[in-house]
């Protein structure tokens, strides 16, 4: 398991896709690259992230080469009968085009074993609406990166509530100008500073056992 985990940490796609197969090919268990690989390889990058050891190319390299591989295994997982932790759409609200913080979000709940459907940038309330009954999502994810559009995440949360949504789906909220605060005003279920924060966050909003950790705010 480490040439994998050492791959996509590394960023190296090419490697990560053949490794994959190799490991396939003598028998290992999809849920078994996931788990000790896999996850394991994004929770580093997200630390080195986090501790300025990484930057936002590294970064990206290690989310592709992790889709590289999820894109082998996705597949057999559900031909196998595994169960994604949960559904999340997720996507930057409107007027806000950027997509980097979210795409590496994105990219840590599906190695963390979550099913992921990225709606990609400045998405509109009914957007989110319609994407989270399509896909029966359990988490709705709203990332905003300016002021001036983080009050679209307000907006579409008020929107939900108003289409009866609320009840079943719960709302995540991140970015660079939103606060622990912020997402307390705005009734958010849950809040994370960081991409490892949004792991733990999804699972304690689903009630899925996990250690908590700083910078991540879950709605009592």
């Known amino acids: ?38 996850m394991p390889a994004m929770a580093e990058v997200g630390r080195r992230f986090e501790t300025n050891e990484y930057f936002v190319p590294q970064l990206l390299r290690s989310a592709r080469a992790m889709k590289t591989a999820m894109a082998i295994l996705r597949p057999l997982l559900v031909a196998n009968g595994t169960r994604a932790l949960g559904r999340v759409v997720i996507g930057t609200v409107a007027g806000d085009v950027h997509d980097i913080g979210k795409h590496l979000v994105a990219a ?9 459907f990225d709606l990609g940038t400045s998405v509109s309330a009914e957007e989110f609406i319609l994407a989270a009954e399509k896909h029966q999502a359990q988490i709705v994810g709203l990332s905003a990166l300016l002021t001036t559009t983080m009050y679209a995440i307000k907006t579409t949360i008020e ?7 609320r009840q079943r789906i719960k709302v995540l909220v991140g970015g660079a100008p939103v606060t622990r605060e912020f997402a307390k005003e705005i009734g958010a279920d849950g809040f994370s500073n ?20 700083p910078g991540v705010y879950v709605k009592e």
């Not at 090919?25 to 000790?36: F, I, R, S, Y």
């Not at 929107?159 to 949504?165: E, H, P, Q, S, V």
């Not at 960081?194 to 950790?213: D, F, H, N």
Request: hydrophobic share 50%; no cysteine.
């Open 194 to 213: 960081g991409a490892s924060g949004a792991i733990v966050a999804a699972k304690l909003v689903l009630g899925i056992p996990t250690t908590r950790m």
């Open 1 to 38: 398991m480490n040439i994998l985990y050492n791959a996509i940490v590394a960023g190296d796609a090419p490697a990560t896709r053949s490794v994959t197969e190799e490991r396939l090919g003598k028998g290992v268990e999809p849920l078994a690259l996931v788990n000790e690989a896999m």
């Open 159 to 165: 929107a939900m509530d108003a289409r009866g949504l």
């Open 108 to 116: 840590m709940l599906e190695g963390a074993g979550f099913e992921v």
